[in-house]
């Protein structure tokens, strides 16, 4: 009976370690119920196996931002969702950087299911990349990390935005999940009110 218990264990511990985890040990949330579980209008984005945490490092050549509008340092709330629970959760400000955001559509490098309207990476993100800006429908190659799949996958670019993007650390409002380093939200979707 004993030894029932500690196999149930294992297996069940197993299971979630292998499902919270991705190859680099950071969480991994999936995003399956994004259209149920948030307000936001994600156009068809399907985020499962979305790296929310990073590292903290940050692609060469990218500029920190002189002004932000959010300090690093400073809390604000983030109004839009790229995943269940991100929505009005408060955001510590870990970094912020001048750049252009993109988001793009991709078909995963795993052979996973097609990435619609990923928001966001951001011009340093990209490989062999130009100087000036890209515009929506050009084809780049992606070198950012944020899901499983999408380093080195061929992107079309679906919108482009000069902007300050942000890093934060926040706390998940659904499962309370703690989030470190999460890459990228840019400064429309952060707010000083609830």
């Known amino acids: 009976m004993k030894w029932n218990k500690i196999i149930m264990y294992g297996v069940l511990s197993a299971m979630l370690v292998l499902s919270a985890c991705s190859n680099n040990g950071n969480d991994i949330v ?15 984005m ?14 060469e050549g990218l500029e920190q931002a ?18 269940p629970g991100m929505k009005g959760a408060e955001a510590t400000i870990v970094g912020a950087y001048d750049t252009t955001v993109y988001s793009i559509s991709y ?5 996973g299911k097609r990435v619609e309207n990923h ?7 990209i490989a062999d990349r ?3 800006p890209y515009e929506a429908g050009d084809e780049v190659k992606v070198e950012a990390k944020h899901m499983e799949g999408m380093e080195g996958a061929t992107a079309v670019i679906d919108s482009a935005e000069q ?6 650390d926040f706390t998940l409002k659904d499962s309370g999940e703690e ?6 939200v840019t400064e429309s979707e952060l707010s000083s009110e609830e």
Request: aromatic share 6%.
């Open 30 to 44: 999936s995003n399956k119920n994004v259209e149920e579980n948030s307000e936001a209008d994600h156009s068809g």
């Open 119 to 125: 928001k966001w990476i951001i011009h340093e993100e």
């Open 163 to 168: 902007t300050t993007v942000y890093m934060v």
């Open 130 to 132: 130009q100087e000036e």
């Open 46 to 59: 399907d985020h499962s196996g979305m790296d929310m945490s990073g590292s903290g490092e940050v692609p």
């Open 66 to 83: 002189e002004n932000p509008a959010f300090p690093v340092g400073s809390t604000a709330i983030i109004t839009e969702a790229h995943m």
């Open 107 to 111: 078909d995963p490098t795993d052979g």
């Open 179 to 184: 989030v470190s380093n999460h890459k990228w």
